[in-house]
């Protein structure tokens, strides 16, 4: 059903929740998934035009790119990293174009519709520019145990 899927990552405690749902999906239709976190500082923002290092940031979301691939390469799931960076509801509805992705799946906050307002929503966004199709799983990051 769905061959590749492009998962969205934040580097925050968000991420486990998407992560063990494509985990499911992706052993339940033999899926590949591209895993792709949007740096969006200024550096990221820049570091092509400018001909900019990554900033430590950037090398830390790699590095958190590339940990939850191995995990999920040592269950058996093909998982590729990939950072980007720019403005995200545009790179993540490019990346799954580009990557061809069937499906795009992201984790959505549960904004009330004031604060998406203020702040817009990724994940609207991404509905509105996409034509692939996009799951959208409302996040509860756990409570840190004592």
């Given at each position: 059903?769905?061959?590749?899927?492009?998962?969205?990552?934040?580097?925050?405690?968000?991420?486990?929740?998407?992560?063990?749902?494509?985990r499911?999906?992706?052993?339940?239709?033999?899926?590949?998934?591209?895993?792709?976190?949007?740096?969006?500082?200024?550096?990221?923002?820049?570091?092509?035009?400018?001909?900019?290092r990554?900033?430590?940031e950037?090398?830390?979301?790699?590095?958190?790119?590339?940990?939850?691939?191995?995990?999920?390469?040592?269950?058996?799931?093909?998982?590729?990293?990939?950072?980007?960076?720019?403005?995200?509801?545009?790179?993540?509805?490019?990346?799954?174009?580009?990557?061809?992705?069937?499906?795009?799946?992201?984790?959505?906050?549960?904004?009330?519709?004031?604060?998406?307002?203020?702040?817009?929503?990724?994940?609207?966004?991404v509905?509105?520019?996409?034509?692939?199709?996009?799951?959208?799983?409302r996040?509860?990051?756990?409570?840190?145990?004592?």
């Amino acid at each position: 059903m769905y061959k590749r899927i492009l998962v969205t990552l934040e580097n925050s405690p968000y991420d486990e929740v998407i992560i063990e749902h494509v985990r499911k999906l992706a052993k339940l239709c033999a899926s590949t998934l591209v895993l792709i976190h949007v740096a969006d500082g200024w550096v990221a923002r820049n570091v092509t035009q400018l001909k900019l290092r990554e900033s430590e940031e950037m090398q830390q979301d790699r590095a958190y790119l590339e940990k939850i691939a191995a995990s999920l390469d040592s269950d058996g799931i093909d998982a590729e990293p990939l950072l980007a960076s720019g403005e995200p509801a545009d790179e993540i509805a490019a990346a799954a174009e580009r990557e061809g992705c069937d499906l795009i799946a992201m984790t959505t906050h549960g904004h009330k519709f004031l604060n998406d307002m203020l702040r817009g929503s990724v994940a609207n966004k991404v509905r509105h520019n996409s034509m692939i199709p996009v799951l959208l799983v409302r996040g509860a990051p756990r409570e840190k145990q004592a």
